[in-house]
């Protein structure tokens, strides 16, 4: 639909004066000339300087704004057979079409990207977007606008430290291909981390909570590193003699012996079984019964919920402490790296005057410095330090900075992990990207289990159940399903990804690489055998049979096992048009295809 607004004006923006100049920007040729565009400056004696251009390479349209005070992109693209409004994350609605009028959404260095896809049918976008501002802070909309059908995207920024880019996608005919070019165009690439990062984990967290224990921990993880687990996180608990939660005790970062009484001795043992050991960091708190606490560190705020402060990261005597407590911590024990949780504690922007001590007037700018002090001092202690961020503080400004990227918490929710996983998947290079640790009830079925497991199975997998708890058949899931993401793995993580149903949470995800597919179906559809490949591997994550569709007769061998590895059928089947297989559960259906020289195995 061609919009009806005249090329002077923009629709209204809640809490936009009308007074506030509206500039029209004159777009390259290639552009659509349904597409418009703005530049709202704070004030009429304001001075923005606008540069457009229309990439040759992938097709964008790349807006840069420059200048001394506020501004505002703005742009409005026709929302032809639109669906859907995806944002990446977790815990993003992605199946609903915002309104214009809808609250506007801050986004910082720790809490996500601006970035986003209006969807069409058939999961074809229509427009995908993106900007980022010099320091990492901007005000984002996106939504419908009622009197045109027309989407309304803003972008705002301060641009005295720095101009704002836009960039958006226009022709792009595949979700993938222009999330990447975005996310690219972004910055949120990384050089590739080492191979390390990709080991299975086993996490405390859900498993024993605060109530850790070295006995038990270490019976753990025996049998996890049989199962080829290779990263142990000691999560929240390590640091107090209790098990009452909060954060009180955050803060001196000790190991408390009553917890765990050598751990040094620790980490060397679990070294001696291939495993790394990570340990978990609350990383602004300062609780209310820690002696650093007591001392009168500078600090943003209270948590009084939390039992803790949050520690001024722009302090130098605050971060002085806290380098030094890591380093003990790093250096004590032999650790491979850190855990760094409640970054997003630092998304405030001066929520109170700088300390005498301030080394910036930034909270955001000081703790990504902080950050980066950490890293330098432990490097001599742990040669390229891992350090794990989770959503939602994970940014152009923060991937750089993390070997590992994790979902955000998502206990019982196998959904929330697969999007979680796929969005980080889509949006950045290089970084390793984990589940929220995986958990099931005691009474799970391994159906079940199966499930939680293949809603992870495109990540590295976290895992979070107490194994000497689990029945047989929840332990032969886990390790047939272990053993087949170790066998696939290059291809899970490293293949390219291709998705369906996006607005309905992904209901197939797709990996390809080196002649090798594997297609998870999380709901019952039916899917298409891929051309080339000379193994194919269709994962039944939801209750029905499994579907299949050749568009020309390929003959192959197939063999489907339950979710607990048991070979339930096999044999050779010729795949033409629509083909039903009886798959359990949480099962697998592989195909081997002929080929001019004799069937593979």
């Given at each position: 639909?061609?919009s009806?607004?005249p090329?002077?004006g923009?629709?209204?923006i809640?809490?936009?004066?009308r007074?506030?100049?509206?500039r029209?920007?004159?777009?390259p040729?290639?552009v659509?000339?349904?597409v418009?565009a ?20 992938d097709s964008?349209l790349?807006?840069r ?12 693209v026709p929302?032809a057979?639109?669906?859907?409004l995806w944002r990446?994350?977790s815990?993003?609605?992605q ?6 009028w809808?609250?506007?959404?801050l986004?910082?260095p ?10 069409g049918?058939n999961?074809?976008p229509?427009v995908?977007?993106g900007a ?6 901007l ?9 045109t ?6 972008f ?5 430290e ?5 960039v958006?996608d226009?022709?792009?005919?595949r979700?993938?291909?222009?999330v990447?070019?975005?996310s ?7 050089p ?9 984990v086993l996490c405390?967290w859900?498993?024993?909570?605060q109530?850790l224990?070295t006995?038990r921990?270490m019976e753990?993880?025996r049998?996890?590193a049989?199962?080829g ?10 640091q ?5 939660r909060g ?7 000790e ?9 040094a001795?620790?980490?060397?043992t679990?070294a001696?079984?291939g495993?790394r ?8 708190f300062?609780?209310?019964?820690s002696?650093?606490?007591a001392d ?8 009084p919920?939390m039992?803790a402060?949050v520690l ?7 971060r002085d402490?806290?380098?030094?407590r890591?380093v003990?911590l790093?250096?004590?024990t032999?650790a ?7 970054l997003?504690r ?6 109170a005057?700088?300390?005498?001590d ?8 000081a ?10 001092a ?5 040669p ?5 961020f989770?959503?939602?503080y994970v940014?152009a ?7 590992m990227l ?9 959904v ?8 980080l ?6 970084a390793?990207?984990h589940?929220?640790?995986?958990m099931?009830?005691?009474a799970d079925?391994?159906?079940?289990v ?8 495109f990540?590295?997998?976290?895992i979070?159940?107490?194994l ?23 291809v899970?993580?490293h293949?390219?990804?291709r998705?369906?149903?996006i607005a309905?949470?992904y209901?197939?995800?797709e990996?390809a690489?080196?002649?090798?597919t594997?297609?998870?179906q ?5 899917s298409?055998?891929p051309?080339d490949?000379?193994h194919w ?8 049979e499994?579907?299949?569709r050749?568009?020309?007769p390929r003959t ?6 339950d979710?607990t ?5 096999e044999?050779t ?5 629509l ?13 081997s295809?002929a ?7």
């Amino acid at each position: 639909m061609t919009s009806s607004l005249p090329t002077a004006g923009i629709p209204w923006i809640p809490g936009m004066p009308r007074l506030r100049p509206i500039r029209p920007l004159s777009l390259p040729d290639g552009v659509p000339r349904t597409v418009h565009a703005y530049v709202v400056p704070e004030d009429a004696v304001a001075v923005v300087h606008t540069e457009c251009r229309l990439d040759e390479e992938d097709s964008t349209l790349r807006v840069r704004l420059r200048g001394s005070g506020r501004a505002m992109a703005v742009f409005l693209v026709p929302a032809a057979d639109a669906v859907a409004l995806w944002r990446p994350g977790s815990s993003q609605d992605q199946s609903s079409l915002p309104p214009s009028w809808a609250d506007d959404t801050l986004v910082t260095p720790f809490t996500g990207t601006a970035l986003g896809s209006l969807l069409g049918r058939n999961d074809r976008p229509v427009v995908t977007f993106g900007a980022r501002a010099a320091n990492g802070r901007l005000r984002m909309r996106a939504g419908i606008v009622e009197e045109t059908s027309d989407l309304l995207l803003t972008f705002e920024a301060d641009l005295a430290e720095g101009p704002m880019d836009a960039v958006l996608d226009l022709a792009s005919d595949r979700f993938e291909t222009a999330v990447a070019a975005i996310s690219r165009a972004l910055g949120m690439t990384r050089p590739a981390v080492d191979a390390s990062a990709y080991a299975p984990v086993l996490c405390t967290w859900y498993s024993f909570h605060q109530a850790l224990d070295t006995e038990r921990l270490m019976e753990e993880a025996r049998t996890a590193a049989g199962m080829g687990f290779g990263t142990l996180i000691v999560d929240d608990g390590w640091q107090t003699a209790d098990c009452d939660r909060g954060y009180g005790s955050c803060g001196d970062w000790e190991v408390h012996p009553a917890k765990i009484a050598d751990p040094a001795g620790l980490v060397r043992t679990l070294a001696g079984l291939g495993m790394r050991t990570l340990w978990w960091i609350g990383t602004p708190f300062l609780g209310h019964r820690s002696r650093a606490y007591a001392d009168g560190l500078p600090t943003l705020y209270e948590e009084p919920d939390m039992e803790a402060a949050v520690l001024d990261p722009r302090s130098r005597r605050a971060r002085d402490h806290l380098v030094s407590r890591l380093v003990d911590l790093v250096r004590g024990t032999g650790a491979a790296g850190l855990k760094i949780d409640f970054l997003e504690r630092y998304a405030t922007d001066t929520p109170a005057a700088p300390p005498d001590d301030a080394v910036d007037v930034s909270v955001p700018t000081a703790a990504l410095s902080l950050l980066d002090e950490i890293h330098d001092a432990l490097a001599p202690y742990a040669p390229s330090p891992m350090f794990e961020f989770r959503e939602p503080y994970v940014s152009a400004d923060t991937v750089g900075r993390a070997a590992m990227l994790r979902v955000a918490d998502c206990p019982l929710s196998p959904v929330n992990n697969r999007v979680g996983i796929v969005d980080l998947r889509l949006t950045t290079r290089g970084a390793a990207v984990h589940s929220d640790p995986i958990m099931w009830g005691e009474a799970d079925t391994p159906e079940r289990v199966a499930q939680h497991l293949h809603s992870s199975l495109f990540g590295v997998p976290q895992i979070s159940v107490p194994l000497h708890r689990q029945s047989p058949g929840q332990l032969r899931t886990l390790r047939a399903w272990l053993g087949l993401w170790n066998e696939y793995r290059d291809v899970l993580l490293h293949g390219s990804l291709r998705v369906t149903g996006i607005a309905g949470d992904y209901t197939t995800v797709e990996a390809a690489r080196d002649g090798v597919t594997v297609t998870a179906q999380y709901a019952p559809a039916f899917s298409e055998a891929p051309a080339d490949a000379e193994h194919w591997l269709v994962v039944n994550a939801h209750d029905s049979e499994v579907a299949v569709r050749s568009a020309r007769p390929r003959t192959a061998r197939f063999r489907m096992t339950d979710s607990t590895g048991d070979v339930t059928g096999e044999g050779t089947v010729t795949l033409d048009g629509l083909s039903v297989f009886d798959v359990p559960a949480g099962g697998v259906l592989r195909f081997s295809f002929a080929s001019r020289h004799g069937t593979r195995s």
